[in-house]
């Protein structure tokens, strides 16, 4: 069973930047990638970005694009999300979950079904 535990979020002002960190204990065998998401308040979950552990490819949503950056630690079994210019409307809790490769389609398909959601972490930006 892949266990994950985000870390990293706290309260930062408009333009700041923070550092996100997935750390897992295991990986299931046929997942790829890991991907970040996000939940603001009376608001769906969304996908922000991911990254592939086999070729590195990466995703990042519209919103986020040029101002968060991902990346992983192999040797640590950890994936990154470093979000520079931060914005008030970034304000989430930001979870990490495994998902079988990194696409917009499986990021998608895990905010609908992936159930095993962990505490995540509050990123919040004052404006």
């Known amino acids: 069973e892949v266990q994950l535990v985000e870390s990293g979020g706290g309260l930062v002002q408009a333009g700041g930047s923070l550092r996100l960190s997935c750390a897992a204990s295991r990986f299931a065998f046929d997942d790829d990638a890991i991907g970040w998401f996000r939940q603001a308040p009376g608001k769906e979950r969304e996908g922000v970005s991911c990254?592939?552990?086999?070729?590195?490819?990466?995703y990042y949503g519209d919103s986020v694009k040029g101002r968060f950056t991902i990346s992983n630690d192999n040797a640590k079994n950890t994936v990154y999300l470093q979000m520079d210019s931060l914005k008030a409307e970034d304000t989430a809790v930001y979870y990490c979950?495994?998902?079988?490769?990194?696409?917009?389609?499986?990021?998608?398909?895990?905010?609908?079904?992936?159930?095993?959601w962990g505490q995540g972490t509050q990123v919040t930006v004052s404006s």
């Open positions: 990254i592939s552990d086999s070729d590195g490819s990466t």
């Open positions: 979950a495994p998902l079988i490769y990194c696409s917009t389609v499986i990021m998608r398909l895990a905010v609908r079904e992936y159930e095993d």
